[in-house]
Each structure stands twice: as C-alpha cells, then as structure tokens.
C-alpha cells in the first residue's frame, strides 16, 4: 500500500544526473520553469485565440494526467482507485503544480458513478495568467482541468470530466473544480466531448494553418505588386527625362539618317530587335525611339546592363524569384520580362550573357 502522508519525490522520481534524464517510473520528465510555460501559454492565445488555445492546453494536461496515473498504477500498490486519486493530488504538490485540496470523492465502481470536488490552491496557471493577461471573466487552469479529466480516467478505467466553476484568476481566493463520470454531466456531456477530442482540435487548427496561409499569400501578392509598381514608377520617370532630351537630337550624316530610318520602319512590328555598334554610338538612344514609336510606348521601357551582373544576379533580375530561392531571397520578386510586360525590355551588352542563360533568354523571347 502506498504511504501518501509521507511520499515523496525520491520515491516517485529516478534522478540520474550523470545521465541527463529524470523518470517517473519508466516515463521521462522534464522540469521547466513557470515562466516559460506562462510564455508559451500565453503565445497559444495570441496566436490561435482564446477557445482554440483553451482546448489545446485541456487536450495536453489530458494526456499529461492519463499517462501519469498509468505509470502510478502499474508501479503502486493501492487498495482502491480512491487511493490512486489522492495520490495523484500528492504528485501535484510535490511537483508545485497546485496544492488540491479533496473536499469530496463520491464512486461507486458497480454503477460507475462518481462525483469529486477540488479546491486548487496557489495555481500557476492561474497566477501566469494574470501576470500576462490581468483578471479574467473565466476559468483559466484548463491544463490543470485536463490533468485531472486523463488521470481520474486512468484510474478508473471509464470517462470522467472535471470542469473549474470559479478561479483564481478571477479574483477567487481558490480554484474550485468538480469532477463527474460521462453519465452524470447530462446535457453538458456533448460539449465537453467536443473539448476533449483531439480529432476537432486538428481541423480547427488546420483550418486556422489555411486561413494564415492564405493571408500570408495575399500579403505576398500585395508585396510583389507594390514592387512591381515602384519600378514602373521610376522606369516611368527614368523615360521621361530622355525623352525630353531625345528631342534634341540631330541627325548630320546620310548612314544615321538611315539608321533612324530603319528604326522607324520597325518601331510598328511586335518583333525582337538586335541593335550593335562601338561604345558611344547612341544605340540605347535608338532602342528609345523605337520604343516611343511603336505600339507598346504606353508600356513600361526595362533596361539592364548583362555585362554588370553575375550569372546568378542576372537570371534573379530578368525572371524573377520565389522567396527563400536563395539566401537573402525575403520575398517574390517580379522578373523584369514580367514588370516589362507589354512595353520593351533593353538587354544591353547581350554578347556577354552566359550560354546558359542564352538559353533560357532563347527559350523566353520564343
């Protein structure tokens, strides 16, 4: 029979400091402070919001307490399941979860009726509670609520609920809890089934993972449309300061008249262009002018220099990226044919463009 007036921890706990590992029998423990599962807590509500975040954390003190009573029972000897419950209000104490307080426990193992009733004092969760989030309109101890729920149901081998009607943090002085089985909830049953089925948990939270991902999809299209009009805008503005200087050009010999000529002459065809000459001898000029004369001069005109970038920064440039494509890669990036789109793009110095991305460009100007 099991002394709950003089347990102790270095009865219930193997501590192998040598080995880094604490057992509860055969199962391994961690010890972690009050202030980090107050943070983390409070991040579940923040993030899943209150209702999602409460069965969450009655689904986790569930399997906490289930699996608890388990270890306690194989290795134990009690007289009666009764004792079993008292024990397990001792390991939360000597834990400093809670100090319980059993007003009342009420079984019956041939109807299967059972009824107890709590008082929790000096909870954790209750005091994290109010240190992140100030005095509540509810219960909070929902960990506690489902430790209680798994391990009385452990003990007794059928479904018990426990549910807090009043709290500490609510400004209670104590934490009042009554436990029953399925049958004695009566209409509450359904209810708190649903809280406890790790089933619908999944859907909520899975439903909640598509709503963020949707949003998160929608932040991206915003961001990668914002970028897209900012370099319009400064290609438009680039446009026309040269365009206000590009009427100021003259043409004195016969060969540049005719080379004016035949880019008139092209300036209506939806074709692709190759313009080349030494340094200096105005061919952006040219790609300008046949850009202003033909049909897409109501678009966007993209200039970029090949030779100046390097094979990886180039292809980034002319088709774009995904985020996380590459280290720095934060977030979409429209290419420049797609931010061209039905205006004209300027690939000037092609002929020193890797053969690789030669045949890609090939690929995209097909």
């Known amino acids: 029979m099991m002394d709950l007036e003089h347990l102790d921890l270095a009865e219930l706990f193997d501590f192998r400091p040598d080995l880094g590992v604490i057992r509860l029998h055969e199962q391994r423990v961690v010890i972690l402070s009050t202030a980090a599962m107050g943070l983390l807590r409070k991040e579940l509500i923040d993030t899943l919001g209150s209702e999602t975040a409460r ?3 009655l689904r986790f003190g569930y399997a906490d307490g289930y699996h608890d009573a388990v270890s306690l029972r ?18 939360h104490r000597l834990e400093g979860i809670v100090r319980a307080d059993i007003l009342k426990v009420d079984h019956d ?10 008082a929790w004092h000096d909870s ?8 992140h989030h100030g005095k509540s309109s509810a219960p909070v101890c929902w960990s506690l609520v489902g430790y209680a729920s798994g391990y009385v149901s452990a003990c007794l081998g059928q479904e018990i609920y426990f549910r807090e009607n009043e709290c500490l943090a609510q400004g209670a002085t104590k934490c009042s809890v009554v436990g029953r089985d399925a049958a004695s909830w009566g209409n509450a049953l ?3 089934r649903f809280d406890f089925q790790v089933a619908d948990l999944g859907r909520e939270v899975e439903q909640l ?8 999809q929608e932040v991206d299209r915003r961001e990668r449309l914002v970028d897209r009009r900012e370099r319009e ?3 438009l503005r680039e446009r026309v300061a040269r365009h206000a200087a590009s009427k100021h050009f003259i043409a004195g010999s016969a060969a540049m008249q005719e080379v004016l000529e035949l880019a008139a002459r092209v300036a209506p065809l939806d074709t692709t262009v190759l313009i ?5 001898t105005g061919k952006e000029f040219i790609v300008r002018m046949i850009h202003e004369q033909s049909p897409r001069a109501g678009g966007p005109f993209v200039s970029i220099n090949c030779a100046a970038l390097t094979e990886t920064l180039l292809e980034s440039e002319l088709f774009g990226h995904v985020r996380g494509a590459f280290t720095g890669a934060v977030r979409d990036k429209a290419g420049l044919f797609e931010v061209a789109g039905s205006g004209t793009i300027f690939l000037d110095e092609i002929g020193e463009v890797a053969p690789t991305i030669q045949a890609k460009l090939l690929r995209a100007l097909q």
């Open 55 to 57: 069965r969450l954390m």
């Open 74 to 91: 194989d290795r134990s000897k009690w007289d009666s399941a009764v004792d079993g419950i008292r024990a397990g209000a001792v390991l």
């Open 109 to 118: 193992a041939k109807s299967g009726h059972f009824e107890q009733e709590v």
């Open 124 to 131: 954790y969760v209750a005091e994290q509670h109010l240190h």
């Open 190 to 192: 359904e209810e708190l």
């Open 209 to 216: 993972g598509q709503a963020v991902h949707q949003r998160l």
């Open 233 to 235: 805008l400064d290609l």
């Open 276 to 280: 080349y000459g030494e340094s200096g």
